[in-house]
């Protein structure tokens, strides 16, 4: 069976360590003068982007050169897709190319899954839907242990993930990830933007949480969610949600700031997180890089990383 | 085809009478003689030992969907699919394009299925033209050319004052309105239900709600306006309550369920595999549970199927996209043994007599087994054991949701107007 990588839940505890672990060898890597390593020569990744998402598609490309592996990129926004031809045929013919790994993103869930049946490929969830982003789970992951100068026991970290959990599939990844590593997590969010049903804690006060938790995870609030009458309008939302100069304030000194990007300024985001100290945003970046070479390595490597 | 004169040996007769070791012998697409031990003399013997004769089974609900003009062959295909699957008769739902909402379109599906003569296929009319929710359909001009059951299925007539004056106007017709209950402001780009599994999922959710809020509504504008109203595809608990409550009352509601809401919840989607994606969507087990105790109990009075046929090329898209939908008629008896533990003459009136009631077949359909009725026959091997081959399905489509499931009893024999339309499950044209 082929190994794939599409949700925290699915690899599991003693992979994820694994995974951890790895990125943290591929962080080392890319602080070489030469950050090219030849562990994935000969190998075939392609893209497969049916959502827009510059960052994450560089990210992974960038990896997997870093990698020494070949890459190919299908962008299509689900519009231009032909409707005579399903997915699967635009899949099959890909794969008729010979790839060793399709990274897959598309605005609905499951399509990964639904990939990996139509290809002996490996599938990596680079996001689906509301669902999944495993990669960003990961990145998250390691850039707490980072910071915090940690293993993979998170046990007494609290964290506090804030704003529409409800279509966040990165809410979802990065939750799972952190409980799975022993974090006490708990969601922010007035009732509309949580899922239907939750067994994570969950509050709608912001205020009560964001002076006590080691991190701040926020949430991009998508302006299309504030037509939806999912919240009253932006300025409410800011005011109940968005980490302002007041909160900003209330954060302790040692604690982290996350964002996944990109960022929506003056809606979740009211001050200049690259001035405040706590913020990792752009740790986040740079690791994104390790955690997807750490992903694609253990999928497609044989042997060690260096030759 | 011509008819057989035959005689049915050696099989256990059920029907809403009883259940008695009978051979019956039919000619001329008629019963003629009922007995133990007679002798086949110049008929054909079909020898049925083990097995039970029951009237044939009535679907009130099989979507034939693309059966608009150009693509009359799908009325073949599922004509086929419901012989084998021991149907004589099938209400075709009215969602096809164009939509039965006139003479003209309702007596082309009926002449198509006339032609292809594989069982009795009964259009039934939409309630409002072009299923569009506001203008009403001309219900008695449709009811002349023999409507008897409308519906807007595929979506549930939103405006209550629309319905209202459908249940008053149709009241005085004799003809029933059927209800998709869907409120659909609740269900806006719906893939599943609403629970823990879309919760984990991050699909977007159906809630029972939505159901139920419709079920209510038209329970109570039948009490407004005395006009009979059937319930389709009852899928949570909370519906069969209030069709139980309603009951009680002596209201004119009956009620049906499909063989997929009494055996697969919505935990089948975390495979994402489309073909679990239908509408009511795949509910939970305690659903499930309440939806079975309704069939044991007559609250819900028929099993319909919605058979659905999508090809591939469909359902081979993201879970928004797929359309909703999946085959049931070559597997609904398997399934409802299999999952209702109830008497055979129960099941057998859930799939047969009660549906052609409600249907007003019942001159033809889901009659007793009798001389002088006509030889619309399902034969069953109860014991048999078997597991769904797509490849072997009639429909051209595959999205059976059962592969590989083990099923209980399988349609033998199914006899049409005195025609053994299916021998040995395999169809004879
Ligand atoms: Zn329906
Ligand atoms: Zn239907």
Known sequence: ?307 | MQQHNMLLAGGTVIDETGERRADVRVREGIIIEISSDLSAGDDELVDIAGCIVAPGFVDLHTPLRETAMPQAETIETGSRAAALGGYTAVVAMPNTDPTQDCVEVVEFVSKRGREVGLCDVRPSGSITIGRAGAQLTPFADLAAVGVHLFTDDGSGVQDEGVMRRALEYAGELGVVLAQHCEVASLTKGAVMHEGECCSHLGLPSWPALAEELMVHRDIELSRLTGSPVHLLHLSTARSVELVRAAKADGLRVTAEATPHHISLNDERLTSFDTRFKVNPPLRTTADIEEVKKGLLDGTIDAIATDHAPHPPVAKDRPLDEAPPGMLGLETALGVARSHLDCSWQHLLGAMSWRPAKIAGIDDQHGRPIAVGEPANLAVIDPDSQWEVDPSALASRSRNTPFIGVGLTARVRHTVYEGRIVVRDGKATA
């Open chain 1, 1 to 307: 069976m082929t190994l794939h990588f599409r949700s925290i839940e699915e690899a599991g505890t003693e992979r994820i360590h694994r995974l951890l672990d790895l990125t943290e060898h591929m962080a080392a890597v890319g602080r070489r003068p030469n950050p090219k390593v030849p562990a994935l020569r000969g190998k075939t990744v392609c893209n497969l982007f049916f959502e827009d998402s510059t960052r994450t598609r560089m990210s992974f490309d960038l990896a997997a050169k870093r990698l020494s592996a070949d890459t190919m990129t299908l962008a299509v926004s689900s519009s231009s897709v032909n409707k005579g031809e399903s997915l699967r045929d635009t899949v099959e013919t890909l794969d008729a190319m010979g790839v060793d790994a399709f990274v897959v993103r598309h605005q609905t869930s499951g399509v990964p899954w639904q990939v990996a049946g139509w290809t002996p490929a490996a599938v990596i969830n680079a996001g689906d839907g509301w669902h999944a982003h495993p990669t960003q789970a990961l990145l998250d992951a390691y850039t707490i242990r980072q910071r915090r100068g940690i293993a993979n026991d998170f046990s007494g970290l609290k964290v506090a993930v804030v704003g529409d959990i409800r279509h966040s599939r990165v809410a979802r990844s990065t939750t799972d990830i952190l409980q799975l590593l022993g974090a006490k997590v708990v969601h922010v969010a007035p009732r509309t933007l949580l899922p239907p049903t939750s067994d994570v804690a969950t509050t709608s006060n912001f205020d009560d949480v964001v002076g006590e938790v080691d991190v701040v995870y926020m949430l991009r609030m998508q302006r299309e969610r504030m037509g939806a009458g999912l919240v009253p309008d932006g300025g409410e939302y800011s005011r109940r949600f968005a980490l302002d100069e007041r909160r900003a304030s209330a954060l302790r000194p040692d604690a982290l700031l996350m964002h996944p990007g990109p960022m929506n300024r003056g809606v979740e985001m009211m001050v200049d997180p690259t001035e405040l100290p706590q913020s990792t945003i752009l740790d986040q970046v740079t690791n994104g890089i390790a955690a997807r070479m750490a992903v694609l390595f253990e999928l497609l490597g044989s042997g060690g990383i260096e030759e």
